[in-house]
């Protein structure tokens, strides 16, 4: 029979899965890990399906698949798409439970445990995506940017010492950039045949080819510069503080 595995929590290494339903005879779940979504994955457990969590005490920045296995007859379910565990959430189910005064969420109350962590996390992303802002490390892929003809006069055009070093930029969306890392988080820029990584392939600096203004999230281009064209930077990236604060707490309560 085909059947893919039901992921339900996947927060700080964190991973708790759905126990199938009686009619299928899978007994234990495989999870394998991987430094890299798209490369080779090694096992890293196999536990009884019953017991449906566990903790990877090494798994910053690891790729997980998880499926199951009927070890009576040898048989497997397809895989999970490929995941990675979610930072910190800006509160916790039994911080919900306390505001409301109501005994703690388990797997029997109404709601679950696992609904009221996906009603937090659906709240996390409703509060960064008002704010354009983070208070824990979320991850951008592919946003892009267009350099259009009035940026790049004026920019030609203010070549004063001053602000030589700020005449084109791109603002990405969100605010509180983390540093990026080459092979990870990539500025890439289309030159009209490939996309060029900046962050491997070139240097930052405010002398050099590119600078960054982490805070206000926004990336100058020096001495290497973009083409005018449409859609021709592309960014994946990183942002968000590190500590939450009184009122996002309240806020995602």
């Known amino acids: 029979m085909t059947y893919t595995p039901t992921v339900r929590i996947k927060r700080n290494n964190y991973i708790a899965w759905e126990i199938p339903n009686t009619e299928t005879s899978f007994n234990y779940a495989l999870i394998d890990r991987s430094l890299e979504q798209s490369a080779n994955y090694s096992g890293l457990v196999s536990q009884v399906i019953s017991n449906n969590t566990y903790f990877d005490m090494t798994g910053a920045s690891h790729w997980y698949r998880l499926r199951f296995q009927d070890a009576t007859n040898n048989v ?22 306390d505001f409301l005064g109501r005994s703690q969420f388990d797997d029997t109350t109404n709601p679950t445990r696992f609904i009221v962590e996906d009603i937090i996390a659906e709240t996390c992303d409703e509060i960064e995506r008002i704010t354009h802002d983070a208070w824990r490390k979320v991850r951008v892929n592919n946003e892009y940017h267009t350099i259009n003809i009035r940026d790049r006069l004026l920019g030609y055009r203010n070549m004063y010492p001053y602000d030589y070093a700020t005449r084109i930029s791109v603002s990405l969306k969100y605010r509180n950039l983390r540093p990026f890392t080459s092979g990870t988080t990539k500025i890439e820029v289309y030159d009209g045949t490939n996309w060029v990584d900046y962050v491997t392939t070139y240097h930052e600096a405010r002398d050099k080819d590119f600078w960054i203004d982490y805070n206000r999230s926004m990336i100058f281009f020096v001495n290497r510069f973009p083409l005018w064209q449409r859609h021709n930077v592309r960014l994946t990236y990183d942002y968000g503080q590190t500590e939450i604060p009184g009122d996002i707490k309240k806020a995602a309560i």
Do not use: H, I, K, M
Request: aromatic share 22%; charged share 25%.
């Open 76 to 97: 497997y379910s397809d895989y999970t798409a490929p995941f990675q565990t979610d930072g910190e959430y800006y509160c916790t189910p039994r911080e919900v439970a």
